[in-house]
C-alpha cells in the first residue's frame, strides 16, 4: 500500500494478525486489550484525513506535557479524572501512530525514534503527575519528587534493557513457565494512568511506582548477572 492509499478498517483491524500482537497481548496485556483495540477506529480515521504518523506522535506528546498541568491546575474533583483520561488518550495514540505507519507504508527510522523518544518521555511525566495529585490530596511536598524518581528510575530500566538484551525484532521465543509471572507484572503497565483515582491511598501508588521501575531494572539487569556468574 502506498502512503497516498487510505486503508479501509478491515485493512486496519488485519495489522492485529501479525506475530507482534501475540507477543503483545503476553507481555503487554494491559496495552493490548485497553489501548491497542481502541486505536484502531483513531488508526482508520487519521488515515482518512490524511496524517502521517509523525503528526498522531506530536499529538500524543502533546497529551503527555499536558498531564502535570492537568494534575495541578484543575481542580481537585476534577484533576484525577483529567491526568486518568490523558494518560489512557496518549496509551491508545501510542499504539495508533505506529499502527498507522504500517498500513499506510509509512515506516521510517525517524518515526520509530520519535516514538521512541514520546514513549519515554510520556511515562516520565505521568509519574509526576500522579505525585503532583498526591501532594494535593495528602497535603505533602515530595509525593512529586519521589514520583520524578520513579520516572527516572523507569527510564533508566528501559536503556539497560535495550543495552544488554538488545532490540526485540523478528518473531520472539515462547514464554517459559518462570517468564509467566514477570511478563504478567510487566503488562500491568497501562493500568498506571487509573491509579490517579487512588485518592488518599496516592501515597501507596507512588510506592508502588517506584517499587515497580525498580524491578524493572533489575529484570533488565538479569542478562548481566548470569553473564557475571559464568
Do not use: H, N
Not at 484525513?49 to 499536558?66: K, Q, Y
Not at 505507519?101 to 505521568?126: E, N, P, Y
Request: charged content about 15%; aromatic content about 12%; glycine content about 10%.
Amino acid at each position: 500500500m502506498t502512503a497516498q492509499e487510505k486503508p479501509s478498517f478491515g485493512q486496519v483491524a488485519a495489522d492485529l494478525r501479525a506475530p507482534w500482537f501475540r507477543e503483545e497481548l503476553r507481555t503487554a496485556w494491559s496495552i493490548a486489550l485497553l489501548y491497542r483495540l481502541p486505536s484502531l477506529p483513531f488508526v482508520w480515521v487519521f488515515a482518512r484525513l490524511g496524517w502521517s504518523p509523525v503528526a498522531v506522535s506530536f499529538l500524543a506528546l502533546a497529551t503527555a506535557l499536558a498531564m502535570p498541568l492537568l494534575a495541578w491546575g484543575l481542580p481537585l474533583a476534577d484533576a484525577p479524572w483529567a491526568v486518568a483520561l490523558a494518560g489512557a488518550l496518549f496509551q491508545v495514540l501510542d499504539c495508533a501512530d505506529g499502527t498507522l505507519a504500517r498500513v499506510t507504508g509509512r515506516t521510517s527510522k525517524v518515526g520509530g525514534d520519535l516514538d521512541f523518544l514520546v514513549d519515554m518521555t510520556q511515562w516520565g511525566l505521568l509519574y509526576l503527575a500522579i505525585g503532583l495529585l498526591a501532594d494535593r490530596v495528602l497535603g505533602g511536598d515530595g509525593w512529586a519528587t519521589l514520583a520524578a524518581m520513579a520516572g527516572w528510575a523507569r527510564l533508566l530500566a528501559r536503556v539497560i534493557r535495550d543495552r544488554l538484551q538488545g532490540p526485540e525484532d523478528g518473531v520472539p521465543e515462547p514464554l517459559t513457565p518462570a517468564d509467566w509471572l514477570p511478563a504478567f507484572i510487566a503488562g500491568i503497565s497501562g493500568l498506571i494512568p487509573f491509579l490517579a483515582f487512588s485518592g488518599d491511598y496516592l501515597g501507596w501508588a507512588v510506592w508502588a511506582l517506584m517499587v515497580y521501575s525498580l524491578l524493572d531494572v533489575a529484570e533488565g539487569l538479569m542478562p548481566l548477572a548470569r553473564d557475571l556468574r559464568k
